[in-house]
C-alpha cells in the first residue's frame, strides 16, 4: 500500500517502509537548485529605495507611458462580450496570423501561425519554456554579459550552465565572434542573444549579428533571441537574427509587447520558432501556463490592427530623452557608449572614485535619484550603473541636474576626463 498515513499526534507523516527522519534530514525546505542561484544584485539597492520622498526614479526598466487607450478599450470590450475563458494553448489563432504578418512585414521571415508561433506570458515565460525545451542537465548556454537579469537563473533552472561572455565600451558592447569562439566547449548548446541590450541600450549591427551566425553554424548552435526592444531602436536598424541566411531554422525568436506598446503589466510574448522546436516548447507551456491572458490577447489583436502611429510616437519621445542625457552625461564627464536601443544608458562612474554600487547608494541618498547598480547585470558591470529614460522628459532633466551637482562634489569639473576616446556603438 503507498497511501500516506495521516500523523494522529501532530508529528511529521512517515513515508511509506519506515522511518522518515534520516531520509529529511539530507534535504532543505527548498529545492537545491534554488540555493544555486545568484540572488539579486539590486535587492538590498531597492530596500533602499522604500518609503524615499522627494525622489526621482531611472531605476525601473519599464515605459512611463500608459497603454494606449484603444488597446485598452478592446479589451475591455473582448472581456464585456465573454471572452473571459482560456484560448488555445497556441494562443488565439487570428493573432498568431497578425504576429506571422508583422514578421514578415518587419523583417522578412515567414512562420507558420498553425504550428510555429506561440503567445506567452510575457517574453519571461518564453524564455523559461525555450530553457527548458532545448537544454539537458550540463548544457552550456553564452550569454552575453553585462546582460539581463533573468537570463543566469532561467539557464540555471533548466539545468543548463550559464557561460558569461563578455561584451566590452570598445565594442560598442556587441557581441564578438572571439569572445564567443573562446568559450565554446563541446557542452555548448546554445546562445542566447539580447540585442537591443538591457542594460547596455547595444544594437548589434547586420555585420556583427553575420559574425554570429558563422559561429552558430560552424559549431551547431541554437540561438535564442531575446528581441524585446526591437521596435525601441533611434537611428539604426533592428536586424532580426532569424531573418539572416540560414539562421530560421536554428533560431528560438522570442518578443513581446511589453516594452513597444508600454503593456508590461499585460504579461504578452511570444516565440517563434521551427515547427519541432515549438512543439517542445509548447509542450511545457501547456502544462506550466495553459494559455497566455486571453484579455492581453485581444489587446495585442489591437496593437498590431492600430497601434503604429503610438509605437512611433513613443519612439521619438525615447530618443529626444536619450539624446538629452547623451549630451548631458557627456557634458557631465562620465564615460558612455551611445546607446541606441531599447531605453537604457550604461555611463562608466568609475572616474568619480566609487564603483556603480557605491555611486548608486550614494546618488539616491544624497540627491534623491534612482538608477540601477551595474553589478546587477553581472560582474563586469561593477564599475557601471544602469540609467533608464523611460521617465518623462522633466523628470528627467531634473534628475541629470541632480546628477551633474553629485558628481561635481566629488569631481570639480576640471579633472572631468575628456570623452573624444569613447567610441559610439554604431558607426
Ligand atoms: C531583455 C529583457 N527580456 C525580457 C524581459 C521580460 O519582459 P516581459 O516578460 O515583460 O515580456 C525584460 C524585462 O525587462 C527584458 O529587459
Known amino acids: ?234 537611428g539604426v536598424e533592428h536586424v532580426c537574427f532569424a531573418s539572416l541566411p540560414g539562421m530560421r531554422e536554428r533560431t528560438v525568436l522570442l518578443g513581446g509587447f511589453s516594452k513597444s506598446y508600454a503593456m508590461t503589466g499585460w504579461r504578452l510574448g511570444y516565440v517563434a520558432a521551427r515547427a519541432d522546436l515549438l512543439e517542445a516548447i509548447m509542450k511545457i507551456h501547456q502544462y506550466v501556463m495553459m494559455s497566455a491572458p486571453t484579455a492581453a490577447q485581444y489587446a495585442a489583436l489591437e496593437a498590431f490592427h492600430s497601434a503604429e502611429e503610438d509605437v512611433r510616437g513613443m519612439i521619438a519621445e525615447y530618443d529626444r530623452r536619450r539624446l538629452l542625457l547623451l549630451r548631458r552625461i557627456t557634458e557631465i564627464g562620465l564615460p558612455l557608449v551611445e546607446p541606441r536601443g531599447a531605453f537604457y544608458a550604461f555611463p562608466n562612474v568609475r572616474s568619480v572614485g566609487l564603483d556603480g554600487q557605491e555611486f548608486a547608494e550614494a546618488l539616491l541618498e544624497e540627491e534623491r535619484v534612482a538608477v540601477v547598480p551595474g553589478v546587477a547585470f553581472g560582474a563586469s558591470g561593477r564599475d557601471f550603473v544602469r540609467i533608464c529614460y523611460a521617465a518623462s522628459y522633466d523628470e528627467l532633466s531634473e534628475a541629470l541636474d541632480r546628477i551633474e551637482r553629485f558628481v561635481r562634489r566629488r569631481l570639480p569639473a576640471a579633472e572631468s576626463p575628456s570623452l573624444g576616446q569613447v567610441p559610439t556603438a554604431q558607426p
Not at 542561484?37 to 533602499?48: A, V, Y
Not at 518587419?106 to 525555450?130: I, K, N
Not at 553575420?210 to 551547431?220: F, L, N, S
Open 1 to 234: 500500500m503507498s497511501e500516506r498515513s495521516d500523523p494522529q499526534d501532530g508529528a511529521a507523516p512517515l513515508h511509506e517502509g519506515g522511518d522518515a527522519a534520516p531520509y529529511r534530514a539530507q534535504r532543505g525546505a527548498t529545492s537545491a537548485t534554488l540555493s544555486t542561484l545568484p540572488s539579486s544584485g539590486i535587492r538590498r539597492f531597492f530596500e533602499l529605495l522604500d518609503g524615499a520622498t522627494d525622489l526621482i526614479s531611472l531605476a525601473v526598466g519599464q515605459p512611463d507611458f500608459p497603454t494606449p487607450a484603444q488597446i485598452t478599450r478592446a479589451a475591455a470590450d473582448a472581456m464585456l462580450a465573454g471572452h473571459t475563458g482560456y484560448t488555445s494553448n497556441y494562443g488565439l489563432l487570428e493573432l498568431r496570423e497578425a504576429l506571422s504578418r508583422h514578421l514578415e512585414h518587419r523583417y522578412g521571415v515567414y512562420y507558420r501561425p498553425s504550428e510555429e508561433l506561440l503567445l506567452t506570458t510575457g517574453v519571461s515565460e518564453a524564455l523559461d519554456v525555450s530553457m527548458r525545451a532545448l537544454l539537458d542537465p550540463g548544457d552550456e548556454v553564452l550569454v552575453p554579459e553585462p546582460g539581463y537579469v533573468a537570463y543566469q537563473p532561467v539557464v540555471m533552472m533548466a539545468g543548463g550552465v550559464y557561460v558569461p561572455v563578455p561584451t566590452t565600451p570598445e565594442d560598442g558592447f556587441m557581441l564578438t565572434a572571439e569572445a564567443l569562439r573562446a568559450r565554446i566547449t563541446p557542452a555548448t548548446k546554445a546562445v542566447l542573444l539580447a540585442y537591443p541590450s538591457n542594460p547596455t541600450g547595444a544594437v548589434m549591427t547586420r555585420e556583427a549579428l553575420e559574425q554570429v551566425a558563422e559561429v552558430a553554424r560552424e559549431h551547431d548552435l541554437f540561438v535564442i533571441s531575446d528581441e524585446l526592444y526591437d521596435r525601441l531602436v533611434y
